[in-house]
């Protein structure tokens, strides 16, 4: 199979991971929107919310809530845009959820920066 995400999870590339177990990978997106832009993913290819599993969906919605309050905490994030997209939207065709943080006051930080903050 030749899914980014995958190979994320496989190793094959390199990620910046916040959290991980055996349902769910967390890491920060490569082209982020924002200071702690992240991406939870299914270890299991699913190709979209269609055909996702309802266990592998509870664990990123739980998941979703801690990452949230890790980066208000950590990163002072005032509100999020959760985005998960579907049909010609939907670049990568591995379900994906986006937990995008805005902020009133942004400065930009680098990915390593950032992967620094959330993970001490």
Not at 25 to 43: E, Q, R
Not at 85 to 106: D, E, R, T, W
Request: neutral net charge.
């Amino acid at each position: 199979m030749d899914c980014i995400f995958c190979k994320i999870i496989n190793g094959d590339i390199p990620s910046y991971t916040i959290y991980e177990d055996d349902y769910i990978k967390c890491f920060l997106d490569v082209n982020p929107k924002s200071n702690g832009h992240t991406l939870i993913i299914p270890k299991k290819h699913f190709n979209s919310i269609d055909d996702i599993e309802n266990e592998y969906l509870i664990k990123i919605k739980d998941k979703s809530k801690d990452l949230m309050k890790l980066i208000e905490e950590k990163l002072g994030a005032d509100g999020f845009e959760i985005t998960i997209n579907k049909g010609s939207l939907q670049i990568v065709k591995h379900f994906h959820m986006h937990i995008i943080p805005n902020y009133k006051k942004n400065k930009k930080l680098s990915i390593e920066e950032v992967f620094a903050i959330l993970t001490k």
